[in-house]
């Protein structure tokens, strides 16, 4: 019996020893069998308000416990740009595209219809051919927009009731697809209103300026929709628009924070964020971006800046129901 003991207790020493020399816990070999994902990011331009939708992108990513390494490219808002950088994240062999704004977007879906691609911060995904529809995408493309529905009817509302505008100017981009056809949903929008709008377009942010002094004397009031030429270059038609007490009523928060009177709308972190939980679904195999919707913002909020509603001389009433820029 005393031999027997003796051969049952050196085996357990011999497989614990075995069992540490292996040195690897159970939790330590499921991490290192846990997939690091390769994202590839491209973003027409830096301001504010893409920036925060990539921070919330990442942020879901984080939230879900992904292993993410990024592939990060900038156009720099030159338009020639975004298929050179589509085609490098495709040669780079991505697990998905981050597609921040529309032509970023309609860049990549033009070189790859086998890689993933979310976008974020695109208006109208439909007329972009990005989707076949925002119920059914249809093919390798999805995301998040960043219009709501009820964000220039509200807009022009307060423009018209609140305001007492009657000639609006809007300072755009003609050639991006995103910011046309926001042009054209307020035109037909404040037409039926009785509000006509003046444009001024311009093809880069040095001109942003100048096509802003252009309007002077024709408007009593300015419409800066979500476009990223004029939003890189906001503080020129801040200046413009203070220097002759315009009210100016932007598209997103960002822009309120930085002098414009007002916005309904929404955080761009937020949809960035509900781009990066569609991520995680078609990275884990759970979903396909033809069976995810394209989303729209939640939550609609009127924020106003409080300095320039001092300037302007405004009264803030409390059916406006509005928050201050924080």
């Known amino acids: 019996m005393k031999k027997l003991a003796l051969i049952i207790f050196a085996a357990v020493l011999f497989l614990a020893a075995c069992g540490g020399e292996s040195g690897q816990s159970p939790e ?11 994202i590839g990011v491209t973003q027409i331009v830096e301001h504010p308000s893409l920036n ?29 740009q975004n298929t050179t950088i589509a085609n490098n994240l495709v040669s780079a062999g991505v697990d998905l595209i981050f597609a921040n704004s529309t032509p970023s977007a309609q860049a990549v879906a033009s070189v790859t219809k086998d890689i993933p691609i979310v976008f974020t911060s695109v208006t ?41 505008a009657k000639n609006v100017g809007m300072v755009f981009n003609a050639g991006e697809q995103n910011s046309r056809a926001q042009v054209d949903a307020v035109k037909e929008q404040m037409s039926a209103v009785g ?8 093809s880069t942010s040095a001109e942003v300026k100048q096509a802003t002094e252009s309007l002077i004397g024709k408007v009593d009031s ?40 007002g916005a309904y709308g929404f955080e761009y972190f937020d949809i960035g964020y509900e781009a990066g939980e569609m991520a995680v679904k078609i990275l884990n195999g ?25 300037a302007l001389g405004l009264e803030v009433k409390d059916e406006w129901k509005a928050e201050f820029a924080e």
């Open 28 to 38: 330590a070999n499921a991490k290192e069998d846990k997939k690091t994902f390769k």
């Open 222 to 261: 300015l419409y800066i929709i979500t476009d990223n030429t004029v939003v890189s270059a906001l503080e020129s038609v801040i200046s413009v628009a203070n220097d002759n007490k315009l009210p100016m009523m932007v598209g997103e928060f960002d822009s309120v924070k930085r002098g414009g009177l």
């Open 52 to 80: 925060a939708a990539y921070d919330g992108f990442q942020k879901a990513l984080e939230d879900a416990g992904l292993d993410v390494e990024y592939e990060v490219q900038n156009a720099q808002n030159d338009n020639s």
């Open 195 to 202: 509000l006509n709008v003046v444009e001024a377009s311009v």
């Open 286 to 310: 759970e979903s396909t971006p033809a069976d995810l919707p394209v989303q729209y913002p939640q939550n609609l909020r009127f924020v106003l800046n409080k300095d320039t509603v001092d």
């Open 124 to 164: 109208d995904a439909v007329s972009a051919e990005l989707v076949q529809s925002m119920e059914q995408p249809g093919g390798n493309v999805t995301g998040t927009v960043d219009t709501q529905p009820d964000a220039i009817p509200s807009t022009i509302t307060f423009l018209k009731d609140e305001l007492g």
